[in-house]
């Protein structure tokens, strides 16, 4: 079945640095989708792309769809404390559900 | 700020206990959802509904089961929980999606389960 694999799966960064993670599949989508999961909390959505080669920022965040529409990048800019938590790619399949990656869990050291 | 609310956040039982798992969304969202998650690990589907009397079997096989009777109203039942059912289960909704698009599926804050 479909699977997306993300990278890295840990990152540990100090404030203030920039982050880039990324996201492939072995298929193609039309929509790819960024979702954040606080501590103890449900995933929220961050970004979502539409378009192959879309450029799409929130804030200091900035993600792109890749232009053979089988990935997709994620950055963060001057990264803060209230970045930490998992980030997590996801592509609908089909009208009724939507597949997730891993998560790439982001750590800011003191 | 997404209106789904689920309850209990943390639940703590001994093996063999019938339990339900209560979701609740006041947005009208036809569409809702469970998905499982071992802690910091990836989502999977385990349920969902396209409307009242509406349920699916999702992607990962569960010993749960679900029920809509309300539009609002998703719960998730486990007949005789086992430790192996510990996780965290969350919970979804999302209206149709639009043609050509997709509509963002708004998250609950989960109920941490853990079987003894």
């Known amino acids: 079945g479909q699977q997306l694999n993300q990278s890295p799966q840990s990152m540990f960064i100090q404030e203030g640095e920039d982050v880039s993670m990324n996201c492939t599949s072995s298929?193609?989508?039309?929509?790819w989708l960024w979702y954040k999961q606080d501590p103890g909390e449900g995933p929220v959505l961050l970004i979502a792309l539409y378009k192959a080669g879309e450029l799409t920022s929130n804030g200091r965040l900035t993600a792109q769809f890749g232009i053979t529409r089988k990935d997709s990048f994620l950055n963060i800019s001057a990264s803060i404390p209230s970045d930490v938590g998992i980030y997590f790619c996801?592509?609908?399949?089909?009208?009724?559900?939507?597949?997730f990656g891993k998560g790439t869990r982001l750590h800011i050291l003191p | 700020e997404a209106d789904i609310y689920q309850t209990p956040r943390y639940l703590v039982i001994g093996t063999g206990k019938k339990i339900t798992l209560e979701c609740s969304q006041t947005m009208g969202h036809d569409k809702m959802y469970w998905y499982q998650q071992d802690p910091g690990m990836e989502l999977h589907l385990i349920h969902y509904?396209?409307?009242?009397?509406?349920?699916e079997k999702g992607d990962l096989s569960s010993e749960s089961t679900v029920s809509r009777i309300r539009t609002e109203h998703f719960p998730l039942t486990l007949e005789s929980a086992r430790p192996s059912h510990t996780s965290q289960y969350l919970c979804?909704?999302?209206?149709?999606?639009?043609?050509?698009?997709?509509?963002?599926?708004?998250f609950g804050p989960g109920t941490r389960l853990t079987v003894l």
């Open positions: 298929s193609i989508f039309n929509t």
């Open positions: 979804a909704s999302s209206e149709w999606p639009r043609a050509g698009g997709y509509n963002e599926q708004f």
């Open positions: 996801a592509g609908p399949v089909g009208y009724d559900k939507i597949i």
């Open positions: 509904s396209y409307g009242v009397n509406s349920t």
